[in-house]
């Protein structure tokens, strides 16, 4: 059987990125390791507080040699305008959510809207991903 575990966003700073996941958003650190035999490369993933099996990896846009510097630039370009990730939070009560997200800092692009499958918001984290809140009254049967 297959199971998502891991979803990767890039990020622009991992620190800020961080701070805005677990301060802002509420999540929690799942794993934050740095390996110096790979440069110190940083591992650093959150997640939503007692669901450990679902983590998301920060992941600082690299530059060579896995990306030359003119794709990097691309990928920052993309990720600041909001076309480089999409993560899709689920919440039971939308727009409680919302407002408890809002006291905390988050800055909302939509408000939550009435949709056909529920009622759904968005917001963009600190590096320009966009985050889909959605309370889902639809579900497709299995």
């Given at each position: 059987?297959?199971?998502?575990?891991?979803?990767?966003?890039?990020?622009?700073?991992?620190?800020?990125?961080?701070a805005f996941y677990t301060e802002k958003v509420g999540m929690e650190v799942h794993m934050?390791?740095?390996?110096?035999?790979?440069?110190?490369?940083?591992?650093?993933?959150?997640?939503?507080?007692?669901?450990?099996?679902?983590?998301?990896?920060?992941?600082?846009?690299?530059?060579?040699?896995?990306?030359?510097?003119?794709?990097?630039?691309?990928?920052?370009?993309?990720?600041?305008?909001?076309?480089?990730?999409?993560?899709?939070?689920?919440?039971?009560?939308?727009?409680a959510t919302y407002e408890d997200l809002r006291s905390r800092g988050v800055e909302f692009?939509?408000?939550?809207?009435?949709?056909?499958?529920?009622?759904?918001?968005?917001?963009?984290?600190?590096?320009?991903?966009?985050?889909r809140l959605t309370e889902v009254r639809v579900r497709v049967a299995a």
């Amino acid at each position: 059987m297959l199971k998502i575990a891991v979803a990767q966003l890039r990020v622009h700073d991992q620190e800020e990125a961080l701070a805005f996941y677990t301060e802002k958003v509420g999540m929690e650190v799942h794993m934050d390791v740095t390996f110096p035999e790979m440069g110190d490369f940083r591992w650093l993933t959150v997640g939503p507080v007692g669901q450990p099996d679902v983590s998301i990896v920060l992941m600082p846009i690299p530059g060579p040699p896995v990306m030359d510097e003119a794709t990097a630039e691309q990928v920052r370009e993309l990720l600041a305008k909001g076309f480089a990730s999409n993560v899709f939070l689920t919440t039971d009560d939308c727009n409680a959510t919302y407002e408890d997200l809002r006291s905390r800092g988050v800055e909302f692009i939509s408000a939550p809207e009435e949709r056909p499958f529920g009622v759904d918001a968005a917001f963009r984290d600190p590096s320009g991903n966009s985050i889909r809140l959605t309370e889902v009254r639809v579900r497709v049967a299995a």
